[in-house]
């Protein structure tokens, strides 16, 4: 079988950039690892830029965020007995996010596609990618126990940290920089009422943690955790209790507790592949980058990824242009790395590490107490926060 652009990895940036190919006239074939199920049941990100929310509606897959998204114009920071809001719209020119989970996200680029009637193969196995130094690339996969081909003029890697597609660039073709955090994240969600009405991030002495939320009705909470610890050392009340010790007093007063739907670890880490591109392999989203889920950058950074590739893909089908397909790389590493970057510095700013000394510690407060009396510090924060500018990226 015969497409233009052979796309790997059903996830936010797969979806996303098969729509917008779709919407503009060139056609994709996507190879989805899992079922549908599955990549829906996996809890992630909750926070989107405005950019991201820009890119879901003109994939013509946004009507429910906008009926259903919280819009946020501030966060808290906690520390001890000081509490600080940020207030992202004052401090930015208006500048909000938007609180809509990933998998609803991944559920309406879903719904949209399959209203179109799209190519999106689930349960594709051993999907390979051969001939990349060709002109037109191929990828095989295994489906009911069938083999199949696929003839590509691009392919483009969006299945994620633990994809073929960044494997099968040649070692020597690639660098990578990772940095490993020495704790994870243990999320819960529940069907109660949010603690606040705006996120809180608290850095404890005893350790991270975070009161997200999907709606009204629905929290998400997450809690610094060794990284040698499993799901299974923490019955739910284990966790209710820590995370009551973690709050300031007058919020663990207010935090409703309730049956979890969901518990799972993150390992925290920052991780880049550059270039993004070989020859006609593009990667894109956490193919090529991870980052500490505490900036809230993961999604964000996919969504901008795939405007680059959609506007260079589009632009080379329409009018013969390579210039951007060129550029994509140095464009998106540009953004990537000031992700990279505030995501770093809200981890380190925020978390316990477990071999942090006492000037370390001092350190962290000192941050946090410019934080609270300088407008400049709270200004960065947040235009990082709501997202850098998407432009060429530089
Ligand atoms: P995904 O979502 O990992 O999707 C990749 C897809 O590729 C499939 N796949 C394959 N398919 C075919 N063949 C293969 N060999 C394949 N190998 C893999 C997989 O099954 C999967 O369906 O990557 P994508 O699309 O680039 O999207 C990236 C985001 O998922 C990720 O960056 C965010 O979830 C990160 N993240 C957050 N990002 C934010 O912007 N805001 C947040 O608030 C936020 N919170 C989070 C997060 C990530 C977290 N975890 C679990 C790491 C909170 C957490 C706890
Ligand atoms: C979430 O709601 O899952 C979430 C929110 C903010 C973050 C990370 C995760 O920084």
Redesign the pocket.
């Known amino acids: 079988m015969r497409t233009q652009v052979g796309i790997?990895?059903?996830?936010?940036?797969?979806l996303l950039l098969s729509r917008l190919l779709q919407l503009n006239g060139v056609d994709s074939v996507v190879?989805?690892?899992?079922s549908a199920d599955y990549?829906l049941g996996r809890i992630?990100?909750?926070?989107l830029e405005s950019g991201t929310c820009g890119m879901l509606r003109q994939a013509r897959a946004g009507e429910r965020m906008d009926a259903e998204g919280l819009v946020h114009s501030g966060i808290e920071l906690c520390s001890g007995s000081r509490r600080q809001r940020i207030d992202l719209a004052a401090l930015t020119g208006g500048k909000t996010v938007m609180v809509y989970g990933?998998t609803e996200l991944t559920k309406d680029l879903m719904d949209a596609h399959e209203a179109a009637g799209s190519h999106i193969v689930y349960e594709?196995k051993d999907?390979a990618i051969s001939e990349l130094d060709s002109d037109t690339p191929k990828l095989t996969y295994i489906k009911d126990g069938a083999e199949h081909t696929i003839v590509c003029d691009f392919v483009a890697g969006?299945?994620?940290?633990?994809?073929?597609s960044r494997r099968t660039i040649p070692e020597d073709q690639l660098n990578t920089y990772e940095r490993v955090y020495p704790f994870g994240?243990l999320?819960l969600l529940a069907d109660t009422k949010p603690v606040g009405d705006e996120l809180i991030y608290v850095n404890s002495e005893r350790g991270f943690a975070l009161c997200s939320m999907r709606s009204r009705t629905r929290s998400r909470y997450y809690i610094q955790c060794a990284l040698h610890e499993n799901v299974e050392d923490w019955p739910e009340e284990r966790f209710w209790e820590t995370l009551s010790t973690l709050l300031p007093s007058e919020t663990a007063a207010k935090l409703e507790t309730g049956n979890a739907l969901e518990m799972?670890i993150?390992p925290l880490r920052g991780f880049v592949a550059e270039p993004m591109r070989h020859g006609r392999l593009f990667l894109?989203?956490?193919?090529a980058h991870i980052v500490p889920?505490t900036g809230?950058?993961?999604?964000?950074?996919?969504a901008s990824d795939i405007h680059l590739l959609s506007t260079a893909l589009i632009a080379f089908y329409q009018n013969g242009q390579s210039e951007l397909i060129e550029r994509y790389s140095d464009n998106c590493l540009a953004r990537v790395w000031k992700a990279q970057r505030f995501s770093w510095w809200m981890t380190t700013l925020l978390h316990r590490f477990p071999d942090a000394s006492a000037y370390d510690r001092q350190l962290q407060m000192a941050e946090l107490n410019y934080l609270a009396q300088s407008t400049a510090a709270q200004t960065a924060l947040a235009e990082n926060y709501v997202g850098m500018p998407y432009e060429d990226g530089k």
């Open positions: 790997i990895g059903a996830g936010p940036s797969g190879l989805e690892r899992q990549v992630r990100a909750g926070i990933q594709a999907v969006c299945d994620g940290f633990h994809g073929v994240w999320g799972s993150a894109a989203g956490d193919a889920p809230a950058k993961g999604l964000n950074l996919a």
